[in-house]
C-alpha cells in the first residue's frame, strides 16, 4: 500500500472495512519485510558456503552462488517494498479508536469523512522552516515539519457539531562532527509534539460551560456513552492542563503532548479529551435544567 494521503467517506461499515483493508496492507508489508530479510540472511549463508564449495567442486559452487546471489537480489527488493509500504500501527489505530467511539453517539445513517495521511512524517510538503544552514556548524541543521495526521467533522445525534484535528510536529536535528578517531560521524535525532484539537458547536439554546471540570467519577449513562472509558481512564492521568475556550456556543479543546516515540500519537489521549470535552458540557446542562 502506498503511503499517501486518504480521504475515508462511507457509513460506519464502510469506514470499518476502509481501516481494516488498511490494517491487512501493513500486516502484508510487514510479512514481506521480514520475509525478505530472511532471504537476505539466507543467501550470505550460501554466498559463503558456494565459495568454500568452489574449491572442491568449481561447477557445483558456481551454481550455488548464481541461486544464492538471485536469492540475494529478491529478498533486498522484498525488504525495500515492505519498508516503503510498512505504517505505523499507531497511525490507522487513531483512526479506528475515534471511530469506535463517535460512532456510538451517531445516527446509523450517518456518513462519515476522515482525512487520513499515512506520508511520512519529514515528508516535503510538512517541511516549514530550518535552522541552522550545515550540519557541520555548531549546533547542527534543525528542520521542522508538522503533519496533519487525521482530522473529521461530524455531527452527533443530539444535534452538537464536532471538528476533531491531530497533527504532529516532528523537529529534526542532524549534527555532523569527528570521532576520537578521527572518523566523520553524523547524528540525527527527532523530537514530536503530538497537537490534539476539538472543537465542538452546541445546538442553539445551550452554552459550553465556562472551563472543563474534573472527572471524580465515572460519567452517567446520559454522558454520551463515554461511561467506560472514563471509568478505566482517569483523566487526571494528563500531563499537563488542557487549554479551553468557550464563545457563544462553541468551544475549543486544545492539548499538547512532548513525545519520543517515532510510532504515533496516542489514541487514549484523544479519547480521555473527548470524554472530559462532554463531560463537562453534560454538567452543564445539568446545571441549566
Sequence with gaps: ?????????GDSSEIHSALNAIKEADKAAEKRGSTGCWMIALSVLGLFGSLVLS???????????????????VGIVQSVRGRIGNIEDERYELVMELHRCLSVDCDRDTQYEYQLDLRPYTHSSFYLRRQGMLS???GGKTSFYRTPLVSTRLRLR????????????????TRTGFSARGKIKTKTKRKYRD??????????????PEKLMPISRPASSSALEYDGFVARQPVSSFMAEPKYKAQGTRASVVYVKKTSAAGGPDPTILLRLLCLTFFSIHQERQKSA
Design 1 to 9: 500500500m502506498r503511503r499517501e494521503k486518504l480521504t475515508l467517506r
Design 136 to 138: 557541520i556548524f555548531p
Design 55 to 73: 574449491d572442491s567442486n568449481p561447477t557445483l559452487g558456481m551454481s550455488g552462488l548464481g541461486v544464492a546471489g538471485a536469492v540475494l537480489v
Design 195 to 208: 497537537i490534539y484539537q476539538i472543537k465542538v458547536k452546541l445546538p442553539s439554546g445551550s452554552a459550553p
Design 158 to 173: 443530539d444535534g452538537t457539531s464536532l471538528s476533531i484535528q491531530v497533527d504532529r510536529a516532528t523537529s529534526e536535528r
